[in-house]
């Protein structure tokens, strides 16, 4: 009997089963393959095995990244490839290359760099996900670390300004939709009737950008206008994750949205709280310092405090 597994990953909205597109490629590839996994979302990356997501975990064996997750799964006899030629899996390879290359950072960029999809979708979404107070930190952290990666790969000569990187990004960006577009055609997945690995991670990387609601959409209007990409997602969806095309679950249509809201509602409460009490701690009366007794030291020559005592 095959030892039981776990994908450990961040949670899902907008009729996905996760946002994040890791996370996704993983999931979809496991459904594709027949991989009983079980999935436990997160609130932190921090809390995963590694400070890693997604996460697999099976026995004592812990694995992060997806292509180290889908390895695994296939050295357990779950393949979703076994049927390609060798021509097609050099083909998938190459196109997993072109969707690191030129889409990724134009995903990065939409989630995390855009300042008013990031201040109105993203950090609302992930700072209610995330225990008090790691969510006045971790989405901040996120966001430049995505910044960082997109600077390292494309930050340099003949690049230099930020306005520079974005316009090149979402070029490469669209042509790569274009490509993958006219690579699909009219087949239902990428090598025919049968989902593969390069599936995917097609869907791991389109349906965030085709499903979350966000005010900047250019990447979004760009991939509308492709219906046969449009088509790939709401069939994976349909098929393989039980949704409708809507983006909702047959049993609980809306509950995501509804839950979304309600937290983002908490977490806007919470903000107007803490403004009001610096505000009320500003108007009231001053009063001067109070002499304060001065603290014996330990024999060790420093202060005992419990403060002392905290890691940095």
Known sequence: MAAPMELSCWGGDWGLPSLHPESLTVMAYAKFSGAPLTVNTINSSWRAPKGDVPVLISKDVVISQPARILNFLRKQKYNADYELSAKQGADTLAYIALLEEKLLPALLHTFWVEAENYCSVTKPWFASRIPFPLSLYLPGKMSREALNRILLTRGGPPLYSLTEVEA???RDAKECLNLLSKRLG?????????????????????????????PRVQLQEHLKQLPNLCRFCDDVLTCYFRLTVSGHSPAGQDTADANLQKLTQLVNKESNLIEKMDDNLRKSPQHPPRK???LKLAAGGEESSPLNRLSP
């Open 168 to 170: 090149q990004i979402y």
């Open 186 to 214: 009219t087949s239902q997945f990428f090598f025919g009737d049968t989902p593969t690995t390069l599936d995917a991670f097609v869907f791991g990387f389109l349906a965030p950008i085709y499903k979350v609601c966000f």
């Open 292 to 294: 304060l007794t001065t």
